[in-house]
């Protein structure tokens, strides 16, 4: 059976599955955009509680996606890729989330790297999200959001590297030390990003066959 066979009679779960890791992923990573923009503390401890929940909630999501490959003998394609991904968008809301507490944690004020690098996140995240969403019907959407994505990942990188380079104008040595983990959580996303985004394209050529 061919994995468009598998899509003409019904929705793959793993497919299914995949895009509500993704969304759930995307959520995370709203609500970290939303945390790093707020001034009102009580507004902040909800949306961290919020991240914390739906965190958790992509977790359950992988270990029930996981389950169904070890227990089926059939994929809509490669097993590895599917696994791939889902470790991939797994990671991506870990570091959205994991960010949400270092900043917290160290008594991070956000500054405009930081927003800026995870409105880039966010916008990197939701188009992973469209892009595994597109792949049971659209592959050359699948593959140009695909490809969104890993633009903003290298937009992320260069965001880090001028963060960086900024740090030299920080006074406070311990603060500068703490904003620089902070940056290099978010830069670890956006290889996770990356990551995603080159899972994506090879599931659509490998299927394009």
Request: cysteine-free.
């Amino acid at each position: 059976m061919s994995w468009r066979e598998v899509f003409s009679a019904r929705p793959s779960p793993f497919v299914v599955g995949l895009a509500e890791q993704a969304a759930v992923m995307a959520q995370v990573v709203q609500l970290l955009h939303q945390f790093v923009t707020s001034r009102d503390s009580r507004v902040k401890e909800k949306l961290a509680r919020q991240a914390s929940e739906w965190e958790h909630e992509g977790d359950r999501l992988r270990a029930r996606l996981v389950g169904d490959l070890l227990q089926s003998l059939v994929t809509p394609f490669d097993r590895e890729d599917i696994n791939h991904l889902s470790r991939a968008v797994d990671d991506i809301a870990d570091y959205a989330e994991n960010t949400i507490k270092e900043i917290h944690l160290y008594g991070i004020n956000p500054d405009s790297a930081i927003r800026e690098m995870v409105a880039t996140l966010a916008e990197a995240g939701k188009a992973i999200h469209e892009a595994i969403q597109a792949l049971p019907s659209n592959r050359l959407l699948g593959q140009k959001r695909a490809q969104d994505a890993k633009r903003l990942e290298n937009r992320m990188e260069a965001l880090y590297r001028q963060a960086i380079a900024d740090l030299s104008h920080v006074d406070d040595l311990s603060y500068a030390i703490r904003l620089r983990e902070v940056y290099r959580h978010l830069s670890n996303s956006a290889d996770r990003v990356d990551n995603a985004a080159n899972v994506i394209v090879d599931i659509i050529i490998k299927e394009g066959r």
